[in-house]
């Protein structure tokens, strides 16, 4: 069975930085391009950002050089660091990649 399991989400103040971790059992990451999405209270999901297998990444225009995506295939994870983070950037956090999953909250407040 393949799941995915993200970590590492919270409450951070404006400007601070969080890790998201996406942790995949059932399946090597390897052969995958792996994503980041989101999804905002009453919002629509929206696409963050992707690695794909040979390490290229590729990121949404709101990111504007805050966000970075990298994996260890030896490890079979995929993280998300992201810094400067905004109000906005408030949402549950999902990787995707062969499957999907349950998502991580991070709330940016003051």
């Known amino acids: 069975e393949v799941q995915l399991v993200e970590s590492g989400g919270g409450l951070v103040q404006p400007g601070g930085s969080l890790r998201l971790s996406c942790s995949v059992s059932?399946?090597?990451?390897?052969?995958?391009?792996m994503n980041w999405v989101r999804q905002a209270p009453e919002k629509e999901l929206e696409w963050v950002g992707s690695?794909?297998?040979?390490?290229?990444?590729k990121y949404a225009d709101f990111v504007e050089g805050r966000f970075t995506i990298s994996r260890d295939n030896d490890k079979n994870t995929v993280y998300l660091q992201m810094n400067n983070l905004k109000p906005e950037d408030t949402a549950v956090y999902f990787c995707?990649?062969?499957?999907r999953g349950q998502g991580t909250q991070v709330t940016v407040s003051s």
């Open positions: 059932g399946v090597t990451i390897s052969i995958y391009t």
């Open positions: 995707t990649g062969p499957s």
């Open positions: 690695i794909y297998t040979g390490g290229t990444t």
